[in-house]
């Protein structure tokens, strides 16, 4: 069956640092693929998405590539601030209701 | 603005009681679901809507149950079956079914047994 799968947390880098946070997908067919954020205490908000192969989503400075040679959609971002601590969930979408979810990779930054 | 409003925030549940969780969205999603998160987890889904009056039961169904009479709302009943109901829950809905369909979420309510 599809599955997603993060690289485990906690990941934790100073302000202004290089991130990436690693996510690779088992599916058939040509799922969509989705970054979600959780700030502590909240629910989890979209940050960006991918709908099909070499589409790159972005927002807030974060960016993901849909690579299909690869099966992954890692999240980067250029320099991370102390905001942008939070919980990242990967997560696919193929044609049923459901969202596969990864399970999620704590980032924590330091000033 | 439109979204999902989860409440109470915050609930306490007595031991042998039931408790539900409201959630209501003003979307015009067709599609509900439920999510229950452990301290440090990802979620797992209790149960999914699809349409009104209809509703399938997720990977960790027992000791909830849910009804959905109206589109816009979707209750989450947490039984006295449920031995620990623990967790932070979160209620989600999405357009309908299909690719390129994202989910969106309420802000929770935490349960805590007393």
């Known amino acids: 069956g599809n599955s997603v799968t993060q690289m485990e947390g906690p990941v934790t880098l100073s302000e202004e640092a290089f991130l990436t946070i690693n996510c690779t997908y088992t599916?058939?067919?040509?799922?969509?693929l989705f970054w979600y954020v959780q700030y502590p205490g909240e629910g989890l908000q979209l940050l960006l998405k991918?709908?099909?192969a070499d589409d790159k989503g972005s927002n807030k400075g974060f960016e993901a590539t849909y690579r299909k040679e690869t099966t992954s959609f890692h999240l980067e971002k250029g320099s991370v601030q102390v905001s942008d601590s939070a919980v990242y969930f990967c997560?696919?979408?193929?044609?049923?209701?459901?969202?596969?979810w990864g399970a999620g990779t704590k980032l924590i930054i330091k000033p | 603005d439109g979204g999902i409003t989860q409440s109470p925030k915050y609930l306490f549940r007595k031991e042998g009681q039931n408790v539900t969780l409201s959630c209501e969205q003003n979307?015009?999603?067709?599609?509900m679901y439920w999510y229950r998160q452990d301290p440090g987890q990802g979620l797992r889904l209790i149960y999914y809507?699809?349409?009104?009056?209809?509703?399938q039961k997720g990977d960790i169904a027992e000791g909830y149950s849910v009804s959905r009479e109206k589109k816009e709302s979707f209750p989450l009943t947490v039984t006295s079956a449920q031995k620990n109901p623990t967790a932070f829950y979160l209620c989600?809905?999405?357009?309908?079914?299909?690719?390129?369909?994202?989910?969106?979420f309420g802000d929770g309510t935490r349960l805590s047994i007393l």
């Open positions: 979307l015009n999603h067709d599609a």
């Open positions: 599916a058939t067919g040509y799922p969509s």
């Open positions: 991918a709908t099909k």
């Open positions: 809507s699809q349409i009104v009056n209809d509703f």
């Open positions: 989600a809905s999405s357009p309908g079914q299909g690719v390129n369909q994202p989910q969106h």
């Open positions: 997560a696919l979408s193929d044609w049923g209701y459901q969202l596969i």
